[in-house]
């Protein structure tokens, strides 16, 4: 049975830091709803009612284009090892850029990603549990350095060309506001 909190508990910001990846759930006014996995050490409990997640570079920037859009996210979590739950943030996000002046500051809660684009800043609203009794269990293996290494080798210069070639709109065409 789902059960609903005004707020982040510290037994539920326990949970979200033992988790080893999380889902982020965005949609516009119109087009497509985005649903994306999430892992790495991105994701920051900043207080009960706030969220802080770091976006790297990637194949798409659809969380972004719906920002400009529409605020609202949630972002959930399923314990895959251990006693079931499944948890939900739901709340208005911001995007926050290397060019905006409060850059410096979230990202420094982060270890460095290379090819680091955005800080989404979820406000919360609703916090919600629910059972989880048909999440599969999973043994956890290791982070995947992958996206890590894919932007190294890039380096500055070729992150900054991807992202005007290929995260400056959705796949619906909407702005995302990277401008590489």
Same mark, same amino acid.
């Given at each position: ?10 037994? #539920?910001?326990?949970?979200? =830091? ?13 087009? =497509? +709803? &985005? #649903? ?8 920051? +409990?900043?207080? @009960?009612?706030?969220?802080?997640? #770091? &976006?790297?570079?990637?194949?798409? &920037?659809? %969380?972004?284009?719906? $920002? $400009?859009? &529409? @605020? ?11 006693? @079931?739950?499944? $948890? ?5 996000? =911001?995007?926050?850029? @290397? ?24 406000? +919360?609203? #609703? ?21 890590? %290494? ?6 500055p210069e070729g992150l900054a060309t991807y992202q005007r070639e290929r995260n400056a709109t959705s796949i619906d065409g909407y702005p995302t506001? +990277? %401008?590489?």
């Amino acid at each position: 049975m789902a059960t609903q909190f005004p707020q982040l508990t510290p037994k #539920l910001e326990r949970f979200i =830091r033992d988790q080893r990846m999380f889902f982020v759930a965005t949609a516009g006014p119109q087009g =497509r +709803v &985005n #649903l994306s996995p999430k892992g790495l050490d991105s994701l920051r +409990v900043l207080a @009960p009612h706030r969220v802080a997640w #770091l &976006n790297g570079t990637g194949s798409g &920037n659809e %969380t972004a284009a719906h $920002l $400009l859009q &529409n @605020p609202r996210m949630t972002l959930m979590f399923c314990s895959f090892e251990g006693p @079931p739950m499944i $948890l939900r943030l739901y709340g208005a996000a =911001r995007m926050v850029q @290397p060019r905006d002046a409060d850059w410096s500051e979230l990202v420094a809660l982060f270890p460095a990603l290379p090819g680091a684009r955005q800080v989404f800043d979820l406000t +919360v609203d #609703l916090v919600q549990t629910s059972c989880g009794f048909a999440v599969p269990l999973f043994d956890y293996v290791e982070q995947r350095d992958l996206l890590t %290494t894919w932007a190294e080798n890039r380096g500055p210069e070729g992150l900054a060309t991807y992202q005007r070639e290929r995260n400056a709109t959705s796949i619906d065409g909407y702005p995302t506001g +990277v %401008t590489g």
